[in-house]
């Protein structure tokens, strides 16, 4: 086919032309404006008739061939149906273009296809169009061939073909649908959105939260996890809802962080294997195994799933490696691979030690600016989430997206890695706990920490994370799971350090201190004694460690009943304290608080009150009015006040201590707590049980909601609680 008339002219003798003869002649069929002659004679006339009208090579109702197909045992979410009505709905409420946005394997195909098919089948679109948009060159492809296709004109290049497309969709009464799924690039759609009429509509799914989304005339939906109970609706319907079989669905669920693509990837491989959800959980929550070995191999994928779940999000890692700053989204995706996937604090991701970890790892200057700049590069890319406005600004990340970046360090990364997450982690956890939330988070991410990575912690010494976390845990009242934490982490590091390591006698310290906290004092008693037979073979009797050690035994000693023995023993580690230490040191004003309390214990309150008002002078000029030891000696300057008699002091002392504990540790901290339920007690004893009574309750329903109703000082307030209602019964 020609783009140009083929034309032939007859000489002629004479100039113009003869009555009945034709000068000049043009054969064939004229397919462009454009007219080639070799000689012409005479006049040029041009017809009035130029070349045939291009003709549609497809007629409407059509649709492309390639949509997905629906997804085995399909779940049906309320995201769909919100997004059919927003399309359907009428002038001005409707919606000209819809993005499904989220991270990869959430169901985004599977939502724009339900929408496709169910406005095909009802008969709402005249034209609808499907068109994987991963790059600008298959979006200009498609186009360009659906602009021949539904034009019928095919001259230009494909831009311009495409171009053509978009124009056919502006100008077109049909009823249209375009579909762009899997855009990667907003910038691949640049003068390639189909166009905003009364007749189309735009679907398009990606994995990028990018401004560029948004426009007016659109609308974003952020494309989550299944329900637990879709979840497990999903597993019983690919099992054919055996029971034998799908009896742990919901642990598996859980387990899989409710992503769809996960829960269909797991339930071919258990299917193909025939495994129960119960044995499958087994293997995938071994730590042993790589996510890829527990996912089907590449040709037992389900639902014509291109990749396996281990695979899944490697692209977004590169596109968002490649964001500026270049380079730094990625060594930050590991060090939150690291970290709790329900919400690590963002200050700890601008901590040094993780500014020195991306400089190390993709070099160059690197301050805090930049690092929050790749935590954007990230959420970009729908790997992360997080809302920098946010009062308490935190970042979440998918768990299997953590196990799937785990399983891909290099061999030298991960100790190290691990190492400098822990110290940012002790970087941001604050000396005092002001902030009970913030306190709380930190323990999750430590936990998490210390769960998936361990050994890197106690490779040759305990880090003192492994430490903070345990005795953190034990300061906010959860004293039986500070208990549990120790005993079970003695046996790991008993192994890794040797059971003489000092590191690992401090893990058995801890697990007797607060098996004494938790109530158990002969038990704690028994440990200690242990633990400081050891230290005085292996450290000496004047190591700090030994002294600690005899300071909770005399301490518990006191508890058991035998005061005159801890006072005996507090007033020889006095005198050792201030010769090793010094007389102001921290650990020897601790030891003289408890000297103190134990001589009110033996007998002795005034000289108690006197020894404690001695130290409250001290520990304010050392440590400060408002820290929390110096304040937990004005709880006990107030206690023996009340022990003394004067119970409208021991009331007036304790209130003002209240304010102050309120402002400085908040209103859920365990010394708060105390100090609510001394109040209460001494306004009993000043003879108010009355007011006792409905301070202790209120109390009592405090301590049950944040410590458990089980915590010994749960049971203290109930015990109070009984006594001062029978006092008040009893008046």
Partial sequence: ??????????????????????????????RAPVLQAGVIHGDVVQSAH??????????????????????EAFQHRSIGAELSEA????????????????????????????????????????????????????????????????????????????????????????????????????????????????????????????????????????????HPRESVAYLQRKLAADARRTGAAADLAHALGHLPLALAQAA??????????????????????TLASVLPEQAALPDRHRT????????????????????????????LALLDPNGVPLDVLTTPPVLAHLRHVGGGAVDAERARDALTCLHRLSLVTFDPASPRASVRVHALVQRAVRDEYPADLGDTLARAVADALLHAWPAVEHDAALAKTLRANASTLIDVAGPALWSSECHHLVFRHG??????????????????????????????????????????????????????????????????????????????????????????????????????????????????????????????????????????MAALEALLTDRSRVLGADHPETLTTRANIAFWRGRAGDHAGAVAALEALLDDHLRVLGAEHPHTFTTRHNIAYSRGDAGDPTAAVTALEQLLQDRSRVLGAEHPHTVTTRRALARWRWVLRSS
């Fill in 471 to 608: 005795n953190s845990l034990g300061d906010s009242g959860q004293v039986t799971a500070a208990h549990t934490y120790y005993r079970a982490l003695h046996p790991a590091v008993a192994h890794r350090l040797g059971r003489d390591h000092p590191d690992a006698m401090a893990v058995r310290y801890y697990t007797a201190y607060w098996q004494g906290e938790a109530g158990d004092t002969a038990g704690a008693l028994r440990g200690l004694e242990e633990v400081l037979r050891d230290q005085r073979r292996v450290v000496g009797h004047e190591h700090p460690s030994t002294l600690r050690t005899r300071h909770n035994i005399a301490r518990r000693q006191g508890a058991a009943g035998r005061p005159a023995q801890a006072v005996a023993e507090f007033e020889e580690l006095v005198a050792l304290r201030s010769r090793l230490l010094g007389p102001d040191h921290p650990l020897t004003l601790t030891s003289r608080h408890e000297l103190a309390y134990w001589r009110g214990e033996a007998g002795d309150p005034a000289g108690a």
């Fill in 50 to 71: 130029g070349p045939p009208a291009p003709h549609p090579e497809v007629g409407l109702p059509f649709r492309t061939a390639r949509l997905p197909p629906r997804a």
């Fill in 87 to 226: 399309l359907a709905a009428p002038p001005p409420a409707r919606l000209h273009t819809a993005v499904l946005s989220g991270l990869g394997g959430v169901g985004k195909t599977q939502l724009a296809a339900e929408h496709a098919e169910r406005a095909w089948s009802r008969g709402e679109v005249d034209l609808l169009v499907w068109i994987t948009a991963a790059s600008r060159e298959e979006v200009v492809t498609d186009y360009a061939r659906l602009g021949a296709e539904l034009t019928g004109v095919h001259r230009g290049s494909e831009e311009v073909c495409a171009h053509r497309f978009l124009d056919w969709l502006a100008t077109t009464p049909a009823r249209w649908l375009v579909v762009l799924d899997d855009v990667r690039r907003p910038s691949d759609l640049h003068d390639l959105w189909p166009p905003e009429t009364p007749t189309g509509q735009t679907v398009v799914t990606t994995r990028r939260r990018d401004a560029a989304l948004r426009h007016a005339g659109s609308r974003v939906w952020d494309v989550g996890l299944f």
């Fill in 268 to 289: 071919a491989y258990l299917a193909d294997r025939h495994l129960t959800c119960a044995e499958y959980l087994a293997r995938f929550t071994d730590r042993q195994r």
């Fill in 308 to 335: 396996t779940v281990a695979a899944t999000w490697s692209l977004s890692v590169e596109l968002a490696d490649r964001l500026e700053p270049a380079g730094l989204a990625a060594p930050l995706l590991a060090a």
């Fill in 1 to 30: 086919m020609t783009d140009r008339w083929s034309a032939a002219s007859r000489p002629e003798r004479r100039r113009g032309r003869r009555d009945g003869v034709v000068a000049n002649t043009a054969r064939g069929t004229p």
